[in-house]
């Protein structure tokens, strides 16, 4: 038996270099890979953004050669048959081409009519995929007409019609809610289980990875380790720590303490009502608040990748905003006894018969980050739109920066900021230029545009990009960019729609750690997220189903709300499925 033949996945010493138009040479987006997966098993590539993992799928996929190296997939040479193993393999991509206006039934044909299905295998493969994706009831259903996570379902039914040998995922649960993305990792997990599918997708979570046999990081186009899960997390081998913020202080504001000693700290995140945090090795003991203790904590997968890419120097420059920012004291004191930013009464809005928001009531202190929560379809999305006055209510009141919804829309819109889920900037401008066109917008003129800018692309890192054109930025600066446009006029109150979609850990400590620092200033933010690790960073969060609203508090009430005792402790993520379950098995009642 040769070597590398037990392997599904075997690339060696792997290297893929694009033109580059600027300098008319090659940039390296991958360089001396070597990743292997094996038979039947599930494999994980994760890493920040630009790291080099959607090159690699497309690769191993066949789309594309490397320029060096050696790669073979399931005992093929990729580079001189990939036809033959496009014939054997199915690839599903960040952004799956359904056909919206095709009912999932049209999708599934269509999909078997291009990969030549033969039409008496058919009747019992499409039973099975619609099964196992609880997808039978809408099988005449546009797919335009589904909900996020219901998309991602069909796209993976699309892809396993003709049954891959090996099935490539390239980010497979962006943006979908953690019920649907579990659903998902069920299916997944028993096509290994049951048909010893192999598996190799690239992830921003961290959880999903642990599930793997095998987790690859890359960073900048290399592998920086690879092995078990517990082989990765045992770079932070006794290095963890956990700690609860001072009673009424909320999480985001220790770990920002603790993120801006970098002298002791690699990493820390907010995780059940507490911080956890990874102590640098050899380094002096952090600075902690008095009267908050530390205790260790296990290792998790996350906690290794953290050490891992920190000690090739990325995440640097979380601090960077804290000094931009108002003291927490003095804001909240500012902030006191006033007025709500925003308040919800009984809010509603149809779409036909279709009633996406059902009553909601809540209300926003200035500088309160508050999440908007939910499953796909849950009407957050509408209820944002409605707030940010994209959207006329059907029914009842929204008053936002002291603005009647209903009669002073445009007015309010002056006094916000909202960035989109999807990167809405213009591509073939350059950083500049979009500052430029987007302050133009919001009404700033002369020097005072020309002050604005040279604050938003100090603050937000973007000045040794200043010159790129948007399209060629790597996502977590496009998120940069959105979010410096949003600033630029110093809006009361920040709308973000998904901020971190798709995002790896890495970025998502950064970008809370520079919302934290505007909150501490007295901006409002409202934020929605699949994330729920991220509903720790806020004040208060709402969780909608269906249109109607189940829980409003503090991440701690909505945990006790789900179940949470202190023997008992749970994660936001175990809350909200929790809850959302508890409520869709009462409405079935």
């Not at 098993?41 to 320029?67: C, E």
């Not at 990765?232 to 220790?254: F, Q, S, T, V, Y």
């Not at 000094?323 to 004291?329: H, K, R, T, V």
Request: some cysteine; glycine content about 12%; charged content about 20%.
């Amino acid at each position: 038996m040769s070597a590398g033949s037990g392997l599904a996945v075997d690339a060696r010493a792997i290297g893929k270099r694009f033109a580059d138009p600027a300098t008319r040479q090659g940039a390296a987006a991958l360089a001396g890979v070597d990743v292997q997966a094996a038979h039947g098993a599930l494999t994980a590539l994760v890493g920040p953004d630009g790291a080099g993992k959607t090159t690699f799928l497309r690769l191993v996929a066949g789309l594309m050669r490397p320029s060096e190296g050696s790669l073979r997939v399931l005992g093929l040479d990729v580079a001189r048959q990939p036809q033959a193993v496009q014939d054997r393999i199915g690839y599903m991509p960040q952004r799956f081409g359904l056909y919206e206006d095709l009912s999932v039934q049209e999708n599934l044909d269509l999909y078997a009519d291009l990969h030549g299905v033969p039409r008496p295998a058919r009747r019992e493969r499409f039973a099975q995929l619609l099964e196992m994706t609880d997808l039978a009831r809408f099988a005449a259903r546009p797919a335009g007409k589904l909900s996020g996570g219901m998309k991602q379902k069909l796209g993976l039914a699309c892809t396993l019609v003709r049954s891959p040998e090996l099935l490539l995922l390239d980010e497979p649960t962006v943006g979908v809610d953690p019920l649907s993305r579990r659903e998902l990792w069920e299916i997944v997990q028993q096509l290994v289980a049951a048909q010893r599918l192999t598996v190799l997708l690239a992830t921003s979570y961290m959880d999903e990875a642990a599930r793997c046999a095998q987790v690859h990081v890359l960073h900048e186009g290399r592998v920086l380790a690879g092995g078990s899960p517990a082989a990765i997390a045992a770079h932070a081998r006794g290095l963890c720590r956990e700690a609860e913020p001072p009673p009424g202080e909320p999480a985001r504001r220790l770990q920002a303490r603790l993120l801006d000693d970098g002298a002791a700290v690699v990493d820390a995140v907010p995780h059940g009502g507490r911080v956890r945090f990874i102590l640098r090795a050899a380094a002096s003991a952090p600075q902690l608040p008095p009267g908050v203790a530390q205790q260790p904590v296990p290792e998790r997968l996350e906690d290794g990748f953290m050490v891992l890419l920190r000690a090739r120097g990325s995440g640097g420059g979380y601090a960077a905003t804290a000094a931009q920012a108002a003291p927490d004291g003095a804001a909240r004191a500012a902030g006191a006894g006033e007025a709500p930013v925003i308040e919800v009464h009984d809010l509603v809005r149809r779409f036909g018969n279709f009633v996406a928001v059902d009553r909601t009531t809540f209300s926003v202190r200035r500088g309160e980050v508050f999440g908007l929560l939910g499953p796909n379809g849950a009407g957050k999305t509408t209820t944002f739109r409605m707030l940010c006055g994209l959207l006329a209510p059907s029914g009842g009141q929204a008053r936002v920066a002291g603005l009647d919804l209903r009669s002073a829309r445009s007015q309010a819109r002056g006094r916000i900021g909202y960035v989109a889920q999807k990167f809405s900037l213009y591509a073939n401008l350059t950083v500049r230029e979009n500052l430029r066109f987007f302050g133009g917008a919001y009404g700033l003129r002369g020097a005072r545009l020309a002050q604005r800018m040279q604050a938003v692309l100090a603050q937000f890192d973007l000045a040794g990009h200043a010159a790129r054109p948007a399209g060629q930025l790597p996502g977590g600066v496009k998120q940069r960019l959105a979010m410096a446009a949003g600033l630029l006029h110093e809006p009361e109150i920040l709308f973000l729609d998904e901020p971190t979609s798709g995002a790896d850990p890495l970025a998502r400590r950064g970008f809370w750690r520079r919302i934290t620092a505007l909150a501490a200033a007295g901006t409002t933010v409202v934020v929605t997220t699949h994330f729920m690790e991220e509903a720790e960073y806020c004040d208060r969060v709402v969780i909608q189903d269906a249109g109607r609203l189940l829980a409003l508090g503090t991440p701690a009430q909505v945990r006790a709300q789900a179940g949470e005792t202190p023997q008992r402790r749970l994660d936001m993520e175990r809350a909200f499925i929790g809850i959302v379950e508890r409520a869709r098995a009462e409405a079935r009642r």
